[in-house]
């Protein structure tokens, strides 16, 4: 009953034995080893993207902060979510990679940037002169902080305003397996084909050790990109062992088969805390439920053994935060309903 | 015959057995699980420092660049050798982490600063009052880039001297198995005792995936390196598994005898080098070999199936760069002899 | 009819016979003149703060934007009102002084953080450990961006909660000549006692050329903020022609004489905008004025010559904004109301 | 007898006349007044170079470090002098506004960078791919620290180097008037037609209160320019006032005469010291004199009322550094001689 966090739980079998089987002799450092172009060469598959650049690094922080150095200035701004990974949860890593761009807060009920409220950032920044900043980038995120996701036409709608100015757009993918399985969109509809320039691919949540994949569309970034990386201390020396995790991650489609698991649990769970009566702060589009239930319903669930994040709620409820993964069962799912 | 760099080895087969034990079940995230404050309690023990505060990244160009910030301001001056890794191999790292603090080259033969050279730029910097920038803090490196080592009374004697002048310590140790193994020493003569105040202890190059700690010894500073380390995408969440390599290495001074063999190998190598009447352009005192021989002379062995980097070398010779590690045997260096 | 802005006009005849009767032979550079110590010594005065270090810079986003720095560190964060002049009009300053530092914004109707909306602020912020940034400091601004001031015991209020945090706070004083007016307060009471800890002391919209004051309250900074300083730039070779602006300006209470000068004329055409039935956005505390009058009127005032901004209205109304000077004479605001 | 400095001087009576000139009604702010325009319009022409982006700052420090952050990423190595101002004299003000760069030293006799130290060092930076710093830029200064000059042919030779690798170079022109005079050459010919991209003009040095300007030769690079000095504090709002002296400075060829002046006072100076056998450290080129004398000289000058700074000697002599400016006169230099 752990729902604690997608990044708690063990890892898939098949990354401990892509590990091993990696381990076998010499292999060049700095990512010049096959594993890794193995891994470019996969997620551009994926992707639909021959052309764009690939590279791994070790946190989802260091994916996104990267990403935004790479396309926005210092005196630019960044248009996120007000509840964005970026702007809550990174410590100011956006700000220390740019130089100190200034993240632009954009409302939107489930975690989700309105477009009229993105429409109105985009215009009420950079139109005085020098005396302020400049509209820099827009930053989504999907699957959002909220659980929920963009459809691949939403995903263009807000491209599409970004472009309108200019600016390029990332995607924070850190559940980006779950947005796929949650959507049914290709990942290119979510990606590029949609206007996105560089996208932070998660692999962490999804069940590597640590793996996530930074895939720039617009290829004229690569070396900029590598030279922040390396001064970053993200360029790792064994590249290999990145490598292996992320291809076992791609073959056979078990990204999608992990993510699409978390998602069905998230599912089921779901669906037992509607006949339970229990409301939910946020559709549930993909791996994470946000309940609102009685009040003292949180310390007997986690005396009975579960385990999860107190999240706000409503004035006379109790708010959590449950979030599944590739390894939840339906037996954890069951079991933390019959606690309930 | 792979002497191109100790991070070309595979990894010891305990390393892949402890990541196996440790993705058993559910563990807290970013440090909070049982294997990173293992971790921490060897290192402690190793170090015999029980306050000391550590915390493991994933690179040593990370531990660097974060100790150096943490301890140096932006107007300081970092005293490193003309040729240490913070200088020269890690693309302005600490440059970024320390917003524009400025390395101040420092001389000496065969990798090492010279006392003399150290004293007359400590002295000879900050004296400008405001003009100018001012005195930071101190870098040195056990194993040197040249493969020498500092032994303990020597380490002491350059703290001394930035002690002298109020400065901090750092020790760049991603080689600092083979240095306590090649001294004799104690860990903690080479550190804490010595005057050193925070510590790169290296593990990739010794036979880690890429798992680095960074040992405080001064305890106020732990908070500040750990916004530092999270703000620069270096918290990694899933901590168990960068952990678990730590402990495996740390345990029954497994660490020790990797560094041990490295340095025997290398000892082996320099004595069949001179049998051969080959000069070295720096003593061996580790691991890394830099021989002077005959023009042709690595493309021969190269074309037999060596691998290494060239390296300088005096007029009418040919330099090369032989770096052994842990899955160096004696038949690579018979071969390698062998072959030239 | 000038209302653009206190930095179009010129400056009081006394300025330039300070300047003239300063450049009397050589006089030693950096602030060690004697007319920077008697700056010095009368903003201790005025302030009624005998310890106080004060430094003399040339505009007033680097006083603001060095104060911050030397209190916030890069992972902090800084409370200011949404529409500070540090949030909207300093191309990102603080961010690029502070080296990432992040702006939360507080709102609070016309300019005037409201307590409350602080309150929660902090402590909505810091409460997530090392994944968000830190509670860093809080700046205020007196005269706001809209024209009113914060009383001696508002100022202690917002400033009492930011204490309760720890939080040091920063007072943007680029009008503080015209809140003392305004106020009635004595310099010190809004400031130090009230629990300002660094002040940026305007000169410049008071008729300066472009002299502004940087009072530090806690002199154990006074050392890491000339570092910053001359490390951006801003310390002149030649700060006696600044001191002697801000000597002028300080004798013989000329500073609140010329702040008076500017404020009364602000009283007198709000007075007559009052009679004439036009509702103005903000009270007039001090020496800008927001008023709503029908659309159609900017252009006509326009071509009768009077200078001014547009700024926001109501719908069915049109928005301008008026800043008076020490120049501001009666006759300038007769000419601007007949031309209304 | 004041040789401390040149910034220690007053200011030339035309300064002080054209500031109260301008000192006339109301004029728009931050640069968009006719005098900003006249300044600009008046350095297109001393230098040729009728599309070249014109900027005023306050310091020589401020036009240094805006210019090389304009050109030179973080990630970039500025090429220059051992001895030069950016890399002695700005407490890192160059890695703060470039977020990091590095200052590779070049040494050469009398402050001048020699060509092969050059062509060495541009050869030996960069060459090893992600894992160091990249070439960046060249900054010359001219005249040089160490009171010497470049003539526009060696100016060529050092800028066509920079060139060959595809770097862009900076003028460091704190007393560029000197050197103009020194040489004889056109300001063109020892900029933009050298091959200098970037220069900072200088005016504070010859005679103004505080004003540089930037003059970028590579139009394309002006609005980055002016975003990056608005965020450093250096967009000054009644820029009138600095334009006004930069106008009345190279109105009737003031700027040459007056940097004339110092030149020929310094000739005189260096006549007397070598007419009393007072050897020099470095030729007198311009406007600064290396004198070593007989230890004891200096007290007793400055017993008698001389002013200058110390200076390194060689082994049994004594050191000083002498400076003469537009307002140093022959009967200064005749009690200075006198004296000694």
Redesign the interface.
């Known amino acids: 009953m752990?729902f604690?966090?997608d990044?708690?739980?063990?890892?898939p079998p098949e990354v401990?034995a892509a590990?091993?089987a990696a381990?076998?002799?010499?292999?060049?450092?700095?990512g010049a080893d096959p594993l890794t172009a193995r891994a470019t060469e996969m997620l551009r598959e994926v992707l639909n993207a021959p052309q764009a650049v690939v590279h791994l690094?070790?946190?989802g922080?260091?994916?996104?902060?990267?990403s935004l150095a790479s396309f926005c200035?210092?005196?630019g701004a960044v248009f996120c979510h007000t509840h964005a990974h970026i702007a809550?949860?990174?410590?100011?890593?956006p700000?220390?990679?740019?130089?100190?761009?200034?993240?632009v807060h954009v409302g939107g009920a489930h975690g989700r940037m309105a477009p009229a409220a993105l429409a109105h950032a985009l215009a009420n920044t950079g139109e005085?002169g020098?005396?302020?900043?400049?509209r820099g980038m827009v930053s989504l995120t999907n699957v959002t902080e909220a659980g929920t996701v963009y459809s691949a036409a939403e995903t263009t709608a807000l491209a599409t305003l970004a472009k309108a100015k200019g600016l390029p757009v990332h995607l924070d993918g850190a559940r980006f397996a779950n947005a796929v399985v949650a959507t049914g969109a290709t990942p290119a509809a979510l990606t590029a084909q949609a206007g996105v320039d560089v996208l932070s691919f998660g692999g962490?949540k999804n069940g590597l050790?640590?793996v996530e994949a930074v895939v720039i569309f617009a290829p004229d970034k690569g070396w900029?990109f590598?030279?922040?990386r390396?001064?970053?201390?993200?360029?790792?020396?064994?590249s290999r062992?990145?490598a292996a995790q992320m291809v076992a991650m791609l073959e056979q489609g078990r990204w999608l088969a992990w993510a699409a698991q978390a998602n069905a649990m998230a599912a089921l769970l779901a669906e037992g805390l509607a006949a339970r009566g229990i409301s939910l702060g946020h559709p549930v589009d993909a791996n994470i439920l946000f309940p609102h239930w009685e009040p003292g319903t949180s310390a007997r669930l986690r005396a009975a053994g579960a385990?999860f994040y107190d999240a706000p709620a409503p004035e006379g409820r109790e708010g959590a935060r449950l979030v599944t993964s590739w390894?939840t069962t339906e037996a954890d799912v069951a079991g933390f309903l019959a606690a309930l």
Not at 7 to 11: G, W
Not at 23 to 30: H, K, L, T
Not at 88 to 93: I, S, V
Not at 96 to 101: I, L, W, Y
Request: aromatic fraction near 10%; charge should be negative.
């Open positions: 752990f604690a966090s990044n708690t739980a063990p890892c401990l590990l091993a381990n076998d002799g010499y292999a060049r450092g700095y690094v070790a946190t922080t260091a994916a996104n902060a990267l200035p210092p005196w809550e949860d990174e410590c100011g890593a700000e220390f990679f740019t130089h100190g761009a200034k993240l005085s020098v005396h302020g900043v400049q962490t050790m640590g900029e590598e030279l922040r390396k001064r970053a201390g993200h360029l790792v020396s064994k062992y990145l385990q390894a």
